[in-house]
């Protein structure tokens, strides 16, 4: 196999007299400024006490962080750690089909994977946790995502490129062994469709009701059908071109949206919660099983302009408007661990309430699907795996200043539930500020007036709260107050549409998964394009989150209600199985040096998880504790006593039966991760001790004909040599044969 060539990430311009590829004074200055301003940000939120500072502070911490990651460590790890191969070709150009491997523009691609992974997680999770302050939650985004959640996504990518795409389940069972293997594609299938249906839920409960937001939504769809068609059959290679026209077509469905609203078509775009969960699944089960080009990546792509745009106009109003952060940098609660919002204690809790933004295993999914058959070069990695993931983590640094700008007595009334603050909006007042934040009940009725709303009293879930610190910078920035309730449900719309695309993906990358395992029994379903293995996995996909869903929706406490409490403790179990295979794929190729890599991220979030679990099984606290949960209502029942939430005896039984079936899965689903991990260590310990016994299912290198740039934008040299190749075909120049 030849030697890799050198990434598009090398070529550095030189400047006159300096060594080819060494950085010139010019550069070496551009990096010590950025260092500075993450430097001093950070210090600014480290040294503040008790003061209010300006998020744009924080905004500067983070942005200079991003920076120095993706140009230094995610560039050492591309080119050092994993040797990423210009010459190779990848399974999109090896196997194109035009149905699910296909040479993608890396443009689109990036907007296709961000899409896909960026659902509900990065606006909930830092809400949620700003319970604990500020500055937990954001040096978590920050550190957990350079360190950890995109070197995840970065790795994965590149190691299911080079085993065809095979799902993450699959890859486990290729090189952790059986025994592991088995419990990692039972464990990622299960939490797959759990993590599925919290996202359609959210989806569900966000458009109900809302012709705006439905048909804006719903637009998507045709008009990404279009763009598809445009770039395969059209124009091909013309992204710029069809870029243009597919965000005028968005901005004209949105601001279109709003009229339909006011008009006498308002009824037909009004769907109760029951018609958008069939809509849903329909929908669901289209985008799995239609061409990647004609649907899921120009609809993710479309999307992408929406959701970066949307918050680089939100970080842009921030530096304009300046506004103050007003919750305290550590609250009691992070201590204490009895806040409203959620109990436990900052450790571990708060890195199980973000996950996306810093560290999730759902995009290992994502990672291990869809992408790595639509990637054109290895080389692109770094943009997609680690930038993606960096730009979601962006969108997490928003949502925690959008929950940190507001007052926190707001905060707090509308975040903690109905039990625990009651309906009115005295007690409320009372209840905040027996907490520590004193808010009036006539601020509390005219936060509800401003953004339109009867009330915002238990508005939990993090998506209300995202909406009022959004509509606080923005009406800051655009309109005045007079312009807070436009802004509040542009952004209620605009969640909706930022979690549709996670769910579209992600049943189709939970296909892929189906077909992998069923593969093992039945070999026809090795190829994911063979049509009778893409409808049936793809139904029994969308059933199983569909049923879940529709059970929820029906049922206040059945369904995906029911498993709503392991989303967080799943998804981070989901994390752990991807780096075991990721540390065992670095060791068994020869990259023992480099384990650490994904082996210390791997150790801390084995370690947060695990400790999550060990408490949401035995703690005594009935706020933490699944099974101290079922000991109080069972006693209740016993004492013929109904307990809040439940209105009856009924609703009693069933909570028993929710806390009991949640200890239970927790329980399951924590020794399926023990087993993994006890059997990649096995693996690992094998491979070092004898180099010569690891075998790997990676394919055989074959000389690529595509010419790509590494990066969003191609350096001097890959101009060249895309002037050089032949025409563009969309995935691509072609390098033409010498004759």
């Known amino acids: 196999m030849p030697e890799p060539e050198a990434t598009g990430t090398e070529r550095d311009a030189a400047s006159p007299g300096t060594t080819p590829g060494s950085p010139s004074p010019k550069s070496i200055a551009v990096w010590v400024l950025v260092g500075l301003v993450g430097a001093i940000g950070w210090s600014v939120l480290a040294l503040s006490r008790g003061e209010e500072i300006s998020a744009a502070w924080l905004l500067?911490?983070?942005?200079?962080?991003?920076?120095?990651?993706?140009?230094?460590?995610?560039?050492?790890?591309?080119?050092?750690?994993l040797k990423v191969d210009a010459t190779r070709a990848t399974p999109a150009e090896r196997l194109d089909n035009g149905v699910d491997f296909h040479p993608t523009d890396r443009r689109v691609l990036f907007g296709h994977h961000f899409a896909a992974v960026a659902g509900a997680g990065p606006l909930v999770g830092p809400v949620l946790a700003a319970q604990m302050g500020y500055l937990p939650g954001t040096i978590w985004i920050v550190a957990g995502v350079i360190f950890a959640g995109a070197v995840q996504d970065m790795v994965t990518l590149f190691f299911s490129t080079r085993r065809d795409g095979r799902s993450l389940g699959q890859m486990a069972r290729d090189e952790i062994g059986p025994v592991g293997g088995a419990a990692a594609l039972v464990a990622v299938f299960a939490i797959m469709i759990i993590l599925l249906a919290v996202l359609a839920l959210v989806i569900v409960n966000a458009l109900a009701h809302s012709p705006w937001g439905v048909f804006s939504i719903g637009m998507t769809i045709p008009i990404a059908v279009f763009m598809g068609f445009y770039l395969r059959v059209l124009r091909?290679?013309?992204?710029?071109?069809?870029?243009?026209?597919?965000?005028?077509?968005?901005?004209?469905?949105?601001?279109?949206?709003?009229?339909?609203?006011?008009?006498?078509?308002?009824?037909?775009?009004?769907?109760?919660?029951?018609?958008?969960?069939?809509?849903?699944?329909?929908?669901?089960?289209?985008?799995?099983?239609?061409?990647?080009?004609?649907?899921?990546?120009?609809?993710?792509?479309?999307?992408?302009?929406?959701?970066?745009?949307?918050?680089?106009?939100?970080?842009?109003?921030?530096?304009?408007?300046?506004?103050?952060?007003?919750?305290?940098?550590?609250?009691?609660?992070?201590?204490?661990?009895?806040?409203?919002?959620?109990?436990?204690?900052?450790?571990?809790?708060?890195?199980?309430?973000?996950?996306?933004?810093?560290?999730?295993g759902f995009h290992a999914l994502v990672s291990s699907g869809t992408t790595p058959k639509m990637i054109q070069k290895e080389t692109q990695v770094r943009m997609i795996g680690y930038g993606a993931m960096l730009t979601e983590s962006f969108v997490a640094v928003m949502a925690i200043i959008a929950a940190c700008i507001i007052e926190p007595g707001l905060f707090f009334a509308v975040n903690s539930p109905g039990g625990v603050i009651g309906t009115t909006v005295e007690s409320a007042s009372?209840?905040?500020?027996?907490?520590?934040?004193?808010?009036?009940?006539?601020?509390?009725?005219?936060?509800?007036?401003?953004?339109?709303?009867?009330?915002?009293?238990?508005?939990?879930?993090?998506?209300?709260t995202f909406a009022l610190g959004m509509s606080e910078i923005f009406s800051a920035v655009i309109g005045g107050a007079g312009m807070k309730a436009f802004w509040y449900h542009f952004a209620i719309m605009f969640e909706a549409l930022f979690i549709l695309t996670t769910l579209d993906a992600g049943t189709r990358v939970g296909r892929f998964m189906l077909q992998d395992t069923l593969g093992n029994v039945h070999k026809s379903f090795k190829d994911v394009s063979w049509k009778p293995g893409v409808w049936f996995a793809s139904a029994i996909v969308v059933g199983g989150w569909g049923y879940f869903l529709w059970v929820g929706i029906k049922d206040p406490l059945g369904?995906?209600?029911?498993?709503?409490?392991?989303?967080?403790?799943?998804?981070?179990?989901?994390?752990?199985?991807a780096l075991a295979v990721c540390t065992t794929l670095l060791v068994k190729s020869g990259r023992l040096k480099w384990a650490w890599v994904t082996g210390v991220p791997l150790v801390w979030d084995a370690t947060v998880t695990l400790t999550a679990s060990y408490q949401k099984i035995f703690s005594e606290d009935v706020k933490v504790g699944f099974f101290a949960q079922r000991d109080k209502y069972q006693a209740g029942i016993d004492a013929d006593k109904v307990l809040a939430p439940a209105?009856?005896?009924?609703?009693?039984?069933?909570?028993?039966?929710?806390?009991?079936?949640?200890?239970?899965?927790?329980?399951?689903?924590?020794?399926?991760?023990?087993?993994?991990?006890?059997?990649?260590?096995?693996?690992?310990?094998?491979?070092?001790?004898?180099?010569?016994?690891?075998?790997?299912?990676?394919?055989?290198?074959?000389?690529?004909?595509?010419?790509?740039?590494?990066?969003?934008?191609?350096?001097?040299?890959?101009?060249?040599?895309?002037?050089?190749?032949?025409?563009?075909?969309?995935?691509?120049?072609?390098r033409e044969p010498v004759a």
């Not at 939100?314 to 530096?319: E, K, R």
């Not at 369904?559 to 967080?568: A, H, M, R, S, T």
Request: with cysteine; hydrophobic share 55%.
């Open 430 to 464: 009372q209840a905040v500020t027996n907490f520590g934040f004193a808010i009036s009940p006539e601020a509390l009725t005219q936060a509800a007036k401003d953004v339109e709303e009867a009330s915002l009293l238990s508005r939990t879930g993090g998506a209300p």
């Open 647 to 734: 209105k009856n005896m009924d609703d009693m039984h069933t909570v028993v039966t929710n806390a009991t079936v949640d200890g239970v899965l927790c329980a399951f689903f924590a020794v399926l991760i023990i087993v993994v991990l006890a059997d990649a260590a096995r693996t690992c310990l094998k491979a070092v001790r004898d180099p010569g016994s690891a075998t790997l299912s990676e394919v055989p290198w074959t000389e690529s004909k595509i010419v790509a740039p590494a990066g969003l934008i191609a350096t001097a040299e890959e101009r060249a040599e895309l002037a050089s190749a032949g025409p563009d075909t969309g995935g691509g120049h072609v």
């Open 60 to 81: 500067a911490a983070a942005l200079g962080s991003y920076a120095i990651a993706y140009r230094f460590y995610a560039r050492f790890i591309a080119d050092r750690v």
């Open 236 to 360: 091909p290679g013309r992204v710029t071109e069809v870029s243009v026209i597919g965000v005028a077509l968005l901005l004209l469905a949105i601001v279109a949206g709003g009229w339909v609203a006011e008009s006498s078509f308002a009824g037909t775009f009004t769907l109760e919660k029951e018609t958008l969960v069939i809509w849903m699944v329909v929908y669901g089960f289209l985008a799995s099983v239609l061409p990647v080009w004609m649907l899921l990546a120009p609809r993710d792509y479309l999307s992408t302009f929406m959701k970066v745009g949307t918050i680089a106009l939100l970080a842009l109003g921030v530096v304009i408007a300046m506004p103050t952060l007003k919750m305290p940098s550590v609250t009691d609660f992070a201590a204490s661990g009895d806040g409203p919002v959620f109990a436990g204690s900052m450790f571990p809790f708060v890195f199980i309430t973000i996950a996306c933004g810093a560290l999730s």
């Open 559 to 577: 369904g995906i209600n029911q498993l709503f409490p392991l989303f967080g403790i799943a998804n981070q179990l989901l994390a752990a199985v």
